[in-house]
């Protein structure tokens, strides 16, 4: 072998122990250079084959070898390669993200960002952004733009914008002349005089707003010793101001200008000279002064609808145009959950009246399932706290605000003082009609307290023919309407959601491409909204209605609404105060009697005054009596139909021995409610020969602890009352002749189109008229007068007797409830249990998240199935819930099916916030295992989390 050869080799040798061993040779330079990147060479091939973690890992190693200088070299290395702050955010992110930012600019700033790079100009003149801003002042474009044009709606507000024209009154009627007869000069001197007042009003008005503005001045205006939170809060709070300060000032404006046209002389409507409105009535807002600020209340008209009231749609649909109704649950809604309702339809106006229309008497409020607020539990921290809010939604007394309540409360003396303290609380006006007139609702169409208006509440709210209509069919409406609500309730409320959104959906593809649609999913989702609220409303201009609904969801209002105001005085009377004082006018009347002498001129006066309120009172008891006297006629020729129509023939039928019934079911069916018109017939009897002798000191509360003295009879009645409806059902069954017999003379002319079953209701119904008309009765009774204690004692014995008949009602209706639970359940254990009650139930989504170790905001969840939640008093039961559908129809059938049941002091609840990956859920645990559920609407989780924490903490502190 050669030298050469051998060297070669040497070579070779050399680097294959060089490549795969650890030695580094430091003193060759070149030969370290070389084993170094064949080492780099290796690593990197090893690193382009590990994992994802593994390259983790691998870094994690490697900086932690690193020294600080090393890691600053890095640091260094990035910020070079990639400098974040220079770049421009219109070439970086998405389109669609870029054209959200820009849609925040006003127009003037549009114009500014346009002229700073062509890619700004490009995406500021588009037409996502400018045709909303047209939109919004009605202009819209008067040719359809090409697919490949842009800008067309920015030009169209340049030209709108650069054409408007607004001139003062003064001005105007130099330009265009005017329709009025030339001024005198005493007349132009006026007008001059009454500018400068109003001028000077409104710059008073003005510099206290300022003022105003140091209040809400941050304690620090710039440096470091403000945080980061404290900046932005004081930040948002200045702004805050500042706009209102501007909105101020140009409302102040505008209401000089309207003001001007309103202190002109009123002059007789002469040949020549026509008064034209600046607006519609409709649209009329009213500016009242205070001391403190200048507020615009509205002629806003809202109403809150029970559940609980007979045909509540019929009365829904008589609320006139322009109202706003909201129709809440009456059974499993809070007091919390029912601000919230009030709240969200308000969307923070001022209403300038609130009317409830829910159930009760003439001492208190069945407002909720549990709060029958009255006198003894108004003061109660959580009743107190919602009508001191729902007071201030309303405008003051001294604007003209009122909350009308449509319950008899002025028929009494305790509804009377509940008014009174609602008034003290809340500083509004609270309204309630003082009829007496028996029957069912008809009290609302009566006269009512502290009437100042024009118009009626009733009349205000409501179409007085059709709620006449429904006041008069009330019961047979709600019989009709329980099964239709039971049957086509699912079904509507799926085709309400669901039709919005095909409409919307069909508009969209017959007029858009698909790229459009997919970039304006949010835009198609309101309008789906819109026409949602739309179909609630039903509202006479729909085009208006969808126009303020699409302005307040981007929450912004219109300048148009905002400068339409009229100045104009309005100082109401404070009748409902004087009512509340009438009770003490005699005390006061013999005060003032015994401080003045027979000879004083005022002594006269007085006798005369204090005369005439007697007379007063004594032609109200006299009207009362009359309508005590009438409506026991009619319920007593009710129970004479019952006699007459189907006793007497069955008994005949029984002597002729030819019998339809036996002797024995006649016995059972009919024997308590002849003993009852017997009972009724001789209290008629005395109170027809009382009131043919009537006079001011003549008594009716006798003859009421007479018959209170004999309520027994009612007793056996009620205790009977199932019997008698399952011996009916049964004869009708078993016995063909019984069964014709009932389809002739039933809903006959005879027995007024009723049924033998809706005759027997009557007795039940008539304790509420003789509570209502002896409350009203006392109310007009002096405290001397002979008969005040004898109503009293009446009024205690028929309301003992009336609670009993409704804890019979409560508990035949808690167990029909629970009776239908069980059936329509699959697997459910028993739910009959002493003082259960049904609450409320929810329709859920049962969710499972796929990675409990993710954060909260980056979790994702899985929809597993639909889960139907039953509140009781007691317990919450969870079933699964399937909706099966049926070939060729719409309709579906819906199945439960068992899943648990946890005691409410067992149950955990735990709220999951909103992120981008799940909206609207919470957590049930119990205490083996639990359940992520979510709402398919947010209002539906407050209301259901509001009524589920309320009954856990009622249920633990029983």
């Given at each position: 072998?050669?030298?050469?050869?051998?060297?070669?080799?040497t070579?070779?040798?050399?680097?294959?122990?060089?490549?795969?061993?650890?030695?580094?040779?430091?003193?060759?330079?070149?030969?370290?250079?070389?084993?170094?990147?064949e080492?780099?060479?290796l690593?990197?091939?090893?690193?382009?084959?590990?994992?994802?973690?593994?390259?983790?890992?691998?870094?994690?190693?490697?900086?932690?070898?690193?020294?600080?200088?090393?890691?600053?070299?890095?640091?260094?290395?990035?910020?070079?390669?990639?400098?974040?702050?220079?770049?421009?955010?219109?070439?970086?992110?998405?389109?669609?993200?870029?054209?959200?930012?820009?849609?925040?600019?006003?127009?003037?700033?549009?114009?500014?960002?346009?002229?700073?790079?062509?890619p700004?100009?490009?995406?500021?003149?588009?037409?996502?952004?400018?045709?909303?801003?047209?939109?919004?002042?009605?202009?819209?474009?008067?040719?359809?733009?090409?697919?490949?044009e842009?800008?067309?709606?920015?030009?169209?507000?340049?030209?709108?914008?650069?054409?408007?024209?607004?001139?003062?009154?003064?001005?105007?009627?130099?330009?265009?002349?005017?329709?009025?007869?030339?001024?005198?000069?005493?007349?132009?001197?006026?007008?001059?005089?009454?500018?400068?007042?109003?001028?000077?009003?409104?710059?008073?008005?003005?510099?206290?707003?300022?003022?105003?503005?140091?209040?809400?001045?941050?304690?620090?205006?710039?440096?470091?010793?403000?945080?980061r939170?404290?900046?932005?809060?004081?930040?948002?709070?200045?702004?805050?101001?500042?706009?209102?300060?501007?909105?101020?000032?140009?409302?102040?404006?505008?209401?000089?200008?309207?003001?001007?046209?309103e202190?002109?002389?009123?002059?007789?409507?002469?040949?020549?000279?026509?008064?034209?409105?600046?607006?519609?009535?409709?649209?009329?807002?009213?500016?009242?002064?205070?001391?403190?600020?200048?507020?615009?209340?509205?002629?806003?008209?809202?109403?809150?609808?029970?559940?609980?009231?007979?045909?509540?749609?019929?009365v829904?649909?008589?609320?006139?145009?322009?109202?706003?109704?909201v129709?809440?649950?009456h059974?499993?809604?809070?007091?919390?959950?029912?601000?919230?309702?009030?709240?969200?339809?308000?969307?923070?106006?001022?209403?300038?009246?609130?009317?409830?229309?829910?159930?009760?008497?003439?001492?208190?409020?069945?407002?909720?399932?549990?709060?029958?607020?009255?006198?003894?539990?108004?003061?109660?921290?959580?009743?107190?706290?919602?009508?001191?809010?729902?007071?201030?939604?309303?405008?003051?007394?001294?604007?003209?605000?009122?909350v009308?309540?449509?319950?008899p409360?002025?028929?009494?003396?305790?509804?009377?003082?509940?008014?009174?303290?609602?008034?003290?609380?809340?500083?509004?006006?609270?309204?309630?009609?003082?009829?007496?007139?028996?029957?069912?609702?008809?009290?609302?169409?009566?006269?009512?307290?502290?009437?100042?208006?024009?118009?009626?509440?009733?009349?205000?709210?409501?179409?007085?023919?059709?709620?006449?209509?429904?006041?008069?069919?009330?019961?047979?409406l709600?019989?009709?309407?329980?099964?239709?609500?039971?049957?086509?309730?699912?079904?509507?409320?799926?085709?309400?959601?669901?039709?919005?959104?095909?409409m919307?959906?069909?508009?969209?593809?017959?007029?858009?491409?698909?790229?459009?649609?997919?970039?304006?999913?949010?835009?198609?989702?309101?309008?789906?909204?819109?026409?949602?609220?739309?179909?609630?409303?039903?509202?006479?201009?729909?085009?208006?209605f969808?126009?303020?609904?699409?302005?307040?969801?981007?929450?912004?209002?219109?300048?148009?609404?905002?400068?339409?105001?009229?100045l104009?005085?309005?100082?109401?009377?404070?009748?409902?105060?004087?009512?509340?004082?009438?009770?003490?006018?005699?005390?006061?009347?013999?005060?003032?009697?015994?401080?003045?002498?027979?000879?004083?001129?005022?002594?006269?006066?007085?006798?005369?005054?204090?005369?005439?309120?007697?007379?007063?009172?004594?032609?109200?008891?006299?009207?009362?009596?009359?309508?005590?006297?009438?409506?026991?006629?009619?319920?007593?020729?009710m129970?004479?139909?019952?006699?007459?129509?189907?006793?007497?023939?069955?008994?005949?039928?029984?002597?002729?021995?030819?019998?339809?019934?036996?002797?024995?079911?006649?016995q059972?069916?009919f024997?308590?409610?002849?003993?009852?018109?017997?009972l009724?017939?001789?209290?008629?009897?005395?109170?027809?020969?009382?009131?043919?002798?009537?006079?001011?000191?003549?008594?009716?509360?006798?003859?009421?602890?007479?018959?209170?003295?004999?309520?027994?009879?009612y007793?056996?009645?009620?205790?009977?009352?199932?019997?008698?409806?399952?011996?009916?059902?049964?004869?009708?069954?078993?016995?063909?002749t019984?069964?014709?017999?009932?389809?002739r003379?039933?809903?006959?002319?005879?027995?007024?189109?009723?049924?033998?079953?809706?005759?027997?209701?009557?007795?039940?119904?008539?304790?509420?008229?003789?509570?209502?008309?002896?409350?009203?009765?006392?109310?007009?009774?002096?405290?001397?007068?002979?008969?005040?204690?004898?109503?009293?004692?009446?009024?205690?014995?028929?309301?003992?007797?009336?609670?009993y008949?409704?804890?019979?009602?409560?508990n035949?209706?808690?167990k029909?409830?629970?009776?239908?639970l069980?059936?329509?359940?699959?697997?459910?254990?028993?739910?009959?249990?002493?003082?259960?009650?049904?609450?409320?139930?929810?329709?859920?989504?049962?969710?499972?998240?796929?990675?409990?170790?993710?954060?909260?905001?980056?979790?994702?969840?899985?929809?597993?199935?639909?889960?139907?939640?039953?509140?009781?008093?007691?317990?919450?039961?969870?079933?699964?819930?399937?909706?099966?559908?049926?070939?060729?129809?719409?309709?579906?059938?819906?199945?439960?099916?068992?899943?648990?049941?946890?005691?409410?002091h067992?149950?955990?609840?735990?709220?999951?916030?909103?992120?981008?990956?799940?909206?609207?859920?919470?957590?049930?645990?119990?205490?083996?295992?639990?359940?992520?559920?979510?709402t398919?609407?947010?209002?539906?989780?407050?209301?259901?989390?509001?009524?589920?924490?309320?009954?856990?903490?009622?249920?633990?502190?029983?």
């Amino acid at each position: 072998m050669s030298a050469g050869d051998s060297s070669r080799k040497t070579l070779e040798m050399e680097s294959f122990h060089t490549r795969f061993s650890a030695w580094t040779p430091f003193c060759n330079k070149s030969l370290n250079r070389q084993l170094f990147q064949e080492r780099v060479a290796l690593i990197s091939h090893w690193f382009d084959l590990w994992t994802n973690k593994q390259r983790q890992e691998f870094l994690f190693t490697i900086f932690l070898r690193c020294t600080k200088s090393q890691l600053r070299f890095v640091q260094d290395w990035f910020s070079e390669r990639i400098q974040v702050t220079k770049v421009d955010f219109s070439t970086v992110l998405p389109r669609f993200i870029s054209l959200y930012i820009f849609s925040f600019l006003n127009p003037k700033d549009l114009c500014v960002a346009a002229q700073v790079s062509w890619p700004w100009k490009f995406l500021t003149e588009q037409d996502c952004l400018w045709m909303p801003k047209c939109i919004r002042f009605g202009w819209f474009l008067p040719y359809t733009p090409n697919d490949n044009e842009y800008g067309a709606w920015k030009y169209h507000y340049i030209a709108c914008v650069s054409n408007l024209d607004w001139l003062t009154p003064r001005e105007a009627a130099a330009t265009y002349g005017t329709l009025n007869e030339p001024k005198t000069e005493d007349e132009e001197l006026q007008e001059r005089q009454r500018e400068k007042c109003l001028r000077k009003i409104i710059w008073e008005k003005i510099a206290l707003q300022k003022k105003q503005l140091f209040k809400v001045r941050p304690p620090w205006v710039s440096g470091t010793g403000c945080s980061r939170l404290s900046k932005s809060e004081c930040q948002s709070r200045l702004s805050q101001t500042v706009r209102d300060r501007v909105g101020l000032h140009d409302a102040l404006e505008k209401q000089f200008v309207l003001a001007s046209l309103e202190v002109l002389p009123k002059r007789s409507n002469i040949s020549g000279y026509h008064s034209y409105p600046l607006m519609s009535k409709k649209n009329w807002c009213e500016v009242h002064k205070n001391d403190n600020s200048s507020s615009y209340v509205c002629q806003l008209r809202f109403i809150l609808i029970s559940s609980r009231i007979p045909a509540y749609e019929m009365v829904v649909d008589s609320v006139n145009a322009g109202v706003i109704s909201v129709v809440y649950e009456h059974s499993g809604t809070t007091l919390e959950s029912l601000l919230y309702l009030v709240e969200k339809a308000l969307d923070g106006q001022k209403a300038q009246s609130i009317g409830i229309f829910s159930d009760g008497d003439n001492r208190e409020i069945n407002l909720l399932q549990d709060y029958k607020i009255g006198i003894k539990n108004l003061l109660r921290p959580e009743v107190r706290d919602f009508w001191e809010k729902l007071g201030s939604y309303v405008a003051t007394e001294e604007e003209g605000g009122h909350v009308d309540l449509f319950v008899p409360l002025g028929a009494s003396e305790a509804g009377l003082e509940v008014l009174s303290q609602l008034s003290q609380l809340t500083g509004t006006l609270f309204t309630a009609p003082t009829g007496i007139t028996t029957g069912s609702y008809q009290h609302i169409l009566s006269d009512w307290l502290g009437q100042q208006w024009e118009r009626a509440p009733p009349s205000i709210y409501f179409s007085e023919s059709k709620l006449l209509t429904w006041s008069s069919f009330t019961d047979f409406l709600e019989d009709t309407l329980k099964s239709v609500r039971k049957q086509l309730s699912p079904l509507f409320k799926e085709l309400r959601k669901n039709i919005s959104g095909r409409m919307i959906g069909q508009f969209m593809f017959d007029s858009m491409n698909m790229a459009s649609i997919i970039n304006n999913q949010d835009i198609t989702q309101t309008l789906a909204d819109g026409l949602l609220e739309l179909s609630k409303e039903n509202s006479d201009t729909p085009l208006e209605f969808l126009s303020c609904f699409l302005l307040r969801k981007c929450g912004k209002k219109s300048k148009d609404f905002e400068g339409s105001v009229i100045l104009r005085k309005y100082d109401p009377k404070s009748t409902f105060n004087l009512f509340m004082k009438e009770r003490n006018v005699e005390d006061s009347l013999q005060d003032m009697k015994s401080s003045l002498s027979k000879s004083s001129p005022n002594f006269e006066v007085l006798i005369n005054l204090e005369r005439k309120l007697q007379m007063d009172s004594a032609e109200k008891r006299a009207r009362i009596v009359g309508e005590l006297l009438q409506s026991e006629r009619k319920y007593v020729q009710m129970l004479t139909i019952m006699r007459d129509v189907y006793v007497t023939p069955l008994k005949a039928a029984l002597s002729s021995n030819r019998a339809i019934l036996s002797a024995l079911n006649v016995q059972i069916i009919f024997s308590d409610i002849l003993q009852i018109l017997n009972l009724n017939r001789q209290f008629l009897d005395d109170l027809r020969d009382r009131l043919q002798e009537w006079g001011p000191a003549h008594c009716v509360g006798e003859i009421f602890i007479k018959f209170g003295r004999q309520l027994n009879t009612y007793t056996n009645f009620f205790n009977n009352y199932p019997v008698v409806l399952k011996t009916i059902e049964k004869c009708r069954e078993m016995t063909p002749t019984f069964r014709a017999f009932l389809k002739r003379h039933d809903k006959t002319i005879a027995t007024k189109m009723l049924s033998l079953q809706e005759l027997l209701l009557y007795p039940s119904r008539r304790f509420d008229e003789y509570i209502n008309l002896l409350y009203a009765l006392r109310l007009h009774t002096p405290a001397e007068h002979v008969d005040r204690g004898d109503l009293t004692t009446a009024i205690e014995q028929i309301k003992r007797y009336k609670g009993y008949i409704d804890k019979m009602k409560k508990n035949t209706n808690v167990k029909g409830q629970v009776s239908d639970l069980q059936r329509i359940i699959w697997g459910c254990p028993t739910l009959s249990e002493v003082n259960r009650y049904l609450i409320m139930v929810q329709d859920v989504a049962q969710l499972h998240c796929c990675d409990v170790e993710t954060c909260l905001s980056l979790r994702l969840y899985e929809h597993t199935c639909d889960l139907s939640l039953f509140l009781f008093n007691d317990v919450l039961l969870i079933s699964s819930r399937v909706t099966s559908h049926v070939p060729f129809e719409r309709t579906s059938k819906t199945t439960y099916q068992f899943i648990a049941s946890m005691a409410l002091h067992r149950l955990l609840i735990e709220d999951i916030p909103d992120s981008k990956y799940i909206k609207n859920a919470f957590i049930l645990q119990g205490p083996k295992c639990e359940w992520i559920c979510a709402t398919e609407v947010e209002d539906d989780k407050f209301l259901w989390l509001s009524v589920l924490h309320s009954t856990i903490k009622s249920s633990m502190g029983k």
